[in-house]
C-alpha cells in the first residue's frame, strides 16, 4: 500500500512501515499524485486566514454543485452559526458559499442525494434545508441566500441525513433519532413522522441512510451501531445493535487464524483499551455483492456490510506512521459511484490539521483475512463416488442372470413324494401335497377401472408448492399433545408432506396427520427426552435419538420397533442423528466424532427366536473433528446424492467433511458466540424447483447469537437475522421448500420468519403460550408447523387457504 503526503516545500520519500512507502512534494505542485495501490494524503493550510480557530465538525462530501465533478466540503466553526462550502477541485476561482440563517452554532449538515443539490443544517434553534444552485445563484447576484426551516427547538444535533429521494430528513437529536417529512408535493415543511426511543446514554455523532439495503444506520460515540429498517410496513423497527470495538476484535481475531506466520510472532505488551466512537458514517462503493458503509473512527476507518452485519475491512490510523493526522477528530467519506476510490477527509482532535485521504478499495480489500477455502466446496457431486470412498458399494453386478438350461430347471422344480421314512409299509407325510382347504381367497369384486389408484388423499397436496404464494401467517389449528405439558424438543414433516412427527420430553415419539386431525400414533420405548426425530426418504421408516443415549428406528406404517442400536455401540451419548445417501446410511454423532453406520432394515423375525429381529447394522466409517470437541450439531443432504456433511463443536467451530475422499474439508472458527445447537441445509422439496445454486446455502443457530446464512462455496456469513430474542432455549429454525424463506423460534411467544434478501423479519407469528422450541415447513403445502415449550402444536396456514 502507498501513501502520499503533501506539505512540504521540497520533495522526499520516507518510510511508513513494511511494505509502504511515503512521498513527500512540495506545496506548490496542485496535482494530485494517485497510486495504483495506496493511500493519498492531500493536507488543506486552512490557517492562513487572521482569525484562526479549530474546526470542530466536518460535514458530508457531495458532488460539486457549479462543475458538476470534484465534490463540496463543508466546514462550520463553534464561533458562529456561518456554514462554508469549499470544493475539493482545488480550483483558486471557486470562493466559499456562506450561508447564513442559524440563531445559534451549526452542529451537522448533510447533502442531498437528487437533483437539485440540497443542503441540510441544523442547529439549537432550527433544522434548515438550502437548495445550492439557488443560493450560488443568489450570492452572484449580490443577494444573500435564504434556506427554509423544517423543524425548531429539537435540542443539540449532532447528525442528520436525508432519504435517497431527499423527502426525509433523519436528525439525531440528543439520545433520540427523529424523521423530518422535508417536502410535501411541492411545499416543504416540516412534520415529525417517527421518533425512536432512548438508544443509549452516550450521543448519537452520525447517521446514514442506506437505498439499497432499505436501512437507516446511525452511531453512537460508545462505539455502539443501531441499524433500522426503512422498508415499507417494518415501521423503522430495529434490525440490530453493534459493538464496533467487539467486531474489530474480531476481524483481528480472524486475521491472526487466517495467517499461521502471524501467530508465532512474540507477544507485545497488552496497549490500553481505547474506544471507537462512530464520528462519520457514509456509503461504500465497492465489489462486494452486499450494500456495505464507510465507518470514520478516531482509530481508523472500518467497511462494514449490511447483510451479515461484519466488518470486511480495517485501516488503522496507527499502522502508517508517516500519516499527519493519528487520531481524528472528525471525519467524512465518500466513494465515486463506478470507480475504485474512495476520499476520506480527517480533522486532527489534537491541532489544527485538516486532511484528505484517496483510498483504493481493492487493494484494501484484498489485503483483508478472508476464510476461503484451497478449493470450492460444492454440495452437488460433481465426480463419482470414489473406489477409496467409505460412500462406495463395490462394482456393480450383472443383474440379468444367465438363464439355465430348460431341462436343468424342469428337473429341480420336480419334487418327489417319497417317505419319510424308509419303510415300505409307511406312507409319505403329505408336506408336499397340495392343500385341500382354500386359506385365503382374492376379492373378485373390486370394481377398477384399470387405473392406478392414487397415493394422495388431498390432491391439492400433489401439485407443485407455490413458489410466489403468500406466508403462512394465519394460526389455523392449535393441539395439546401431552396431558402434563411435556415440552415438544423437535418436529419434522415426511417427504410427501402427509405425516408429521414430533419428539417429547416425556419420552414419546408422535405421528400426527398434517393437519393435526385425529389420533396419533404413539412411539414408546426411549428411557430419555426425544431430542431427534427424522423421516426416511421413502417415507418406510421413522428415526429417533434420545437423551438416554440409544437410538431407535421405527417402522412407520404402525408403532413397530425394527431396530434399537444402544451404549454397547457409542462411547457417548447420540447428539446427532439422520438417514443419509438416500437411506443408504445412518449418520450420527457421538462425543467428538461422527460415525457413518451400514443398516438394513426389516421389521420381519427369525422363525424360532422370535424375540430377535433379522434388522443388522454394520460401522462403515468414524472419523473425528479436527480439534477433538464434542459435536453439538450435524446435517447431510438426503434428498438427493452428497458428499458433504457439516459438523459444529463445542469450541464454536464449523468444519466441513467430504465423505468422497474421507477428510476435512474445511474448518471456521468463531463461527457464532456460543455454539452451534442446529445446522440446517436448504434441501428443497420433490413438490419445489429450486435453481442448483440455491442448494449451497445453510443456515447455523446459536442462542443469543441469532442465525447466519452461510454459501457453501465460498465458506462466508451471506446474512444475519438477530431480531428474534433468543437468549436461554435452544429454539430451531427451518428452511421453505422454496428457498427463500428461513424460519424460527423464540423466547417471546413468537414465530419469526426471514427473508433470505432481507435482514429483518417478513412476518412474527402470535398465538402461542410458551417458547416456541421447533419449527417445520411442509413440502407439499403452504403451512408451517410449530412447537412449544407446554407441549403444544400450531399449524400456520396461507391467507385464503
Not at 485521504?357 to 470450492?376: M, N
Request: hydrophobic share 35%; proline share 6%.
Amino acid at each position: 500500500m502507498c501513501l502520499i503526503n503533501k506539505q512540504g516545500r521540497s520533495g522526499r520519500k520516507r518510510s511508513a512501515g513494511p511494505g509502504t512507502s511515503v512521498c513527500t512534494r512540495g506545496a506548490g505542485d496542485r496535482d494530485l499524485v494517485a497510486p495504483s495501490d495506496g493511500v493519498c494524503e492531500r493536507d488543506f493550510e486552512h490557517t492562513r486566514r487572521a482569525r484562526v480557530c479549530p474546526v470542530t465538525t466536518l460535514g458530508k462530501l457531495g458532488p460539486c454543485p457549479v462543475l458538476g465533478r470534484g465534490c463540496v466540503v463543508t466546514f462550520f466553526y463553534p464561533f458562529g452559526a456561518v456554514c462554508k462550502l469549499w470544493s475539493c477541485c482545488f480550483c483558486s476561482f471557486l470562493q466559499p458559499l456562506i450561508l447564513r440563517g442559524h440563531l445559534r452554532p451549526v452542529t451537522a449538515v448533510a447533502f442531498g442525494n437528487a437533483h437539485p443539490l440540497l443542503l441540510c443544517s441544523a442547529s439549537r434553534d432550527r433544522v434548515m434545508m438550502w437548495n445550492l444552485g439557488e443560493c450560488r445563484e443568489k450570492t452572484l447576484d449580490g443577494q444573500p441566500p435564504r434556506g427554509t426551516v423544517l423543524h425548531a427547538l429539537l435540542g443539540e444535533v449532532l447528525c442528520l441525513r436525508l432519504s435517497p429521494d431527499d423527502r426525509v430528513a433523519a436528525v439525531c437529536a440528543g439520545d433520540r433519532i427523529l424523521m423530518l417529512d422535508a417536502e410535501v408535493w411541492d411545499r416543504r415543511k416540516g412534520s415529525l413522522i417517527h421518533s425512536s426511543s432512548v438508544l443509549t446514554a452516550s450521543s448519537l455523532l452520525s447517521l446514514v441512510l442506506d437505498p439499497g439495503s432499505q436501512q437507516l444506520v446511525a452511531g453512537s460515540a460508545d462505539g455502539q451501531l443501531w441499524v433500522f429498517s426503512l422498508a415499507e410496513g417494518h415501521h423503522y423497527r430495529l434490525v440490530t445493535r453493534v459493538d464496533l470495538r467487539k467486531q474489530r476484535d474480531t476481524f483481528s481475531t480472524r486475521k491472526l487464524s487466517s495467517c499461521p506466520e502471524d501467530s508465532q510472532l512474540p507477544p507485545t505488551k497488552e496497549e490500553v483499551e481505547e474506544t471507537l466512537p462512530v464520528l462519520s458514517l457514509a456509503p461504500c462503493e465497492c465489489e462486494l455483492n452486499a450494500s456495505c458503509l464507510w465507518i470514520g473512527s478516531s482509530a481508523g476507518l472500518f467497511i462494514f456490510n449490511l447483510a451479515n452485519f461484519e466488518l470486511e475491512a480495517v485501516l488503522h490510523f496507527k499502522e502508517f506512521g508517516s500519516l499527519s493526522i493519528q487520531v481524528a477528530g472528525s471525519c467524512a467519506m465518500m466513494s465515486r459511484p463506478c470507480g475504485r476510490k474512495a476520499f476520506c477527509l480527517l480533522s486532527a482532535l489534537f491541532g489544527k490539521k485538516i486532511a484528505l485521504l484517496e483510498v483504493d478499495l481493492a487493494a484494501l480489500l484484498r489485503s483483508q483475512p478472508h476464510p476461503g477455502v484451497g478449493a470450492r466446496l460444492s454440495v452437488l457431486p460433481s465426480s463419482g463416488v470414489s473406489s477409496t470412498s467409505p460412500l462406495y458399494f463395490g462394482p456393480v453386478e450383472e443383474t440379468s442372470a444367465k438363464l439355465a438350461p430348460q431341462k436343468q430347471s424342469a428337473a429341480r422344480a420336480i419334487v418327489k413324494d417319497q417317505p419319510l421314512v424308509f419303510h415300505s409299509k409307511v406312507m409319505s407325510s403329505g408336506y408336499t401335497a397340495a392343500p385341500r382347504v382354500a386359506m385365503f381367497s382374492p376379492k373378485t369384486n373390486v370394481q377398477n377401472d384399470g387405473k392406478r389408484p392414487s397415493k394422495c388423499k388431498n390432491s391439492s397436496r400433489c401439485k407443485d408448492y407455490p413458489l410466489e404464494s403468500p406466508l403462512p401467517s394465519k394460526l389455523s389449528r392449535q393441539l395439546a399433545v401431552s396431558h402434563d405439558q411435556a415440552a415438544v424438543h423437535c418436529v419434522q414433516y415426511s417427504g410427501d408432506g402427509q405425516r408429521l412427527a414430533c419428539g417429547l420430553a416425556n419420552h414419546l415419539s408422535l405421528v400426527f396427520s398434517a393437519d393435526l386431525t385425529g389420533t396419533p400414533a404413539v412411539f414408546s420405548g426411549h428411557s430419555g427426552a426425544v431430542s431427534t426425530v427424522c423421516w426416511s426418504h421413502n417415507g418406510r421408516w421413522l428415526l429417533s435419538a434420545s437423551q438416554d443415549g440409544t437410538l431407535r428406528v421405527w417402522s412407520a406404517r404402525r408403532p413397530e420397533l425394527a431396530l434399537c442400536l444402544g451404549k454397547d455401540m457409542f462411547p457417548k451419548p447420540v447428539r446427532s442423528a439422520q438417514f443419509y445417501y438416500l437411506d443408504a446410511f445412518i449418520l450420527l454423532s457421538s462425543g467428538p466424532e461422527f460415525q457413518l453406520l451400514k443398516c438394513h432394515i426389516s421389521t420381519s423375525r427369525d422363525d424360532v427366536k422370535r424375540y430377535k429381529q433379522k434388522s443388522r447394522c454394520t460401522p462403515v466409517f468414524r472419523l473425528p473433528t479436527t480439534e477433538a470437541v464434542e459435536v453439538t450439531s450435524l446435517s447431510a443432504v438426503n434428498e438427493f446424492y452428497s458428499y458433504l456433511v457439516l459438523a459444529a463443536g463445542r469450541n464454536r467451530t464449523l468444519e466441513v467433511f467430504d465423505l468422497n475422499a474421507g477428510r476435512s474439508a474445511a474448518l471456521l472458527a468463531g463461527v457464532h458466540s456460543r455454539p452451534i445447537h442446529q445446522i440446517c441445509q436448504n434441501k428443497g422439496s420433490s413438490f419445489a424447483t429450486q435453481h442448483p445454486q440455491a442448494y449451497h446455502l445453510f443456515a447455523t443457530t446459536a442462542t443469543g447469537d441469532g442465525v447466519k446464512l452461510w454459501d457453501m462455496r465460498t465458506l462466508r456469513c451471506e446474512r444475519r437475522f438477530e431480531g428474534h430474542p433468543n437468549r436461554c432455549h435452544p429454539c430451531g429454525i427451518a428452511w421453505s421448500p422454496c428457498g427463500r424463506y428461513v424460519a424460527c423460534g423464540a423466547e417471546d411467544r413468537h414465530a419469526y420468519l426471514y427473508e433470505t434478501g432481507s435482514s429483518t423479519f417478513s412476518r412474527r407469528l402470535a398465538g402461542h403460550s410458551d417458547t416456541v422450541m421447533a419449527v417445520a415447513f411442509s413440502p407439499s403445502a403452504v403451512q408451517l408447523a410449530t412447537a412449544t415449550l407446554d407441549g403444544k402444536l400450531q399449524l400456520f396456514q396461507a391467507e385464503g387457504c
